[in-house]
């Protein structure tokens, strides 16, 4: 099946500081989640991104489905950003996801 | 997320007892899934439903099963628990199977 690699699998970051997370796929996808598991254990959708650009606030997501990848942008960090963060595509044609071991980012004050 | 709860929230409860954990959504939505989460191994899929009634394996099914009798209502049964099956367990919904929303989890621990 799919394999799904992120990372890098740790970052800390300064408040204000931008970052950007990857995520590489064995195989191409035609559709791809980012989620947000907060410090509490709630995961969040971040974006649904099978292709293209997405921006929400200072988040925003770039999928190349072509090269097997996406990136999660996040500027000027804040410290409720912190977290960790889940891309996960479709297994084959099916309904299923696969997820990657996530990137756990810490912003400091 | 808005729609989707699991219950109980928490539970403790002992090596051979049988545990059923509920997921409950009121978006109509087709499918429904139970993850569980683990140090090291992120998310995996148990079982999924993609309607009343079909349900299918996922990677770690050994030892659960479902059931789905309402649309709104998604059911994970250990029969006999196992240490082993101390995790955190999210239950996920979604319109497709592509673009899914996570309950609140459901942390259980046995001794």
């Known amino acids: 099946g799919i394999q799904v690699e992120q990372s890098p699998p740790d970052l800390i970051l300064q408040e204000g500081a931008n970052s950007t997370l990857r995520c590489n796929f064995s195989?191409?996808?035609?559709?791809l989640q980012w989620f947000h598991q907060n410090p509490w254990g709630q995961l969040i959708n971040l974006f649904y991104?099978?292709?293209g650009t997405k921006q929400n606030g200072r988040l925003s997501a770039t999928t190349v489905a072509t090269e097997r990848y996406s990136l999660l942008y996040i500027s000027s960090s804040q410290t409720t950003d912190s977290g960790v963060y889940f891309c996960?595509?479709?297994?084959?044609?099916?309904?299923?996801?696969?997820f990657g071991k996530g990137t756990k980012l810490t912003v400091n004050p | 997320d808005a729609g989707i709860t699991q219950s109980p929230r928490h539970k403790v409860t002992e090596t051979g007892t049988p545990v059923t954990l509920r997921c409950h959504q009121t978006?109509?939505?087709?499918?429904m899934y139970w993850y569980r989460q683990d140090p090291g191994h992120g998310l995996r899929l148990i079982h999924y439903?993609?309607?009343?009634?079909?349900?299918d394996k996922g990677e770690v099914s050994d030892g659960y099963s479902v059931s789905r009798s309402k649309t709104e209502d998604f059911l994970l049964t250990l029969e006999s628990a196992t240490s082993s099956q101390t995790s955190v367990y999210f239950c996920?919904?979604?319109?497709?199977?592509?673009?899914?929303?996570f309950g609140p989890g459901t942390r259980l621990t046995v001794t």
């Open positions: 996920a919904m979604g319109r497709t199977g592509y673009e899914q929303y």
């Open positions: 439903s993609y309607g009343v009634k079909d349900t």
């Open positions: 195989d191409s996808v035609n559709n």
């Open positions: 996960a595509g479709p297994q084959g044609g099916s309904e299923k996801l696969v």
């Open positions: 978006e109509n939505h087709r499918y």
């Open positions: 991104i099978p292709s």
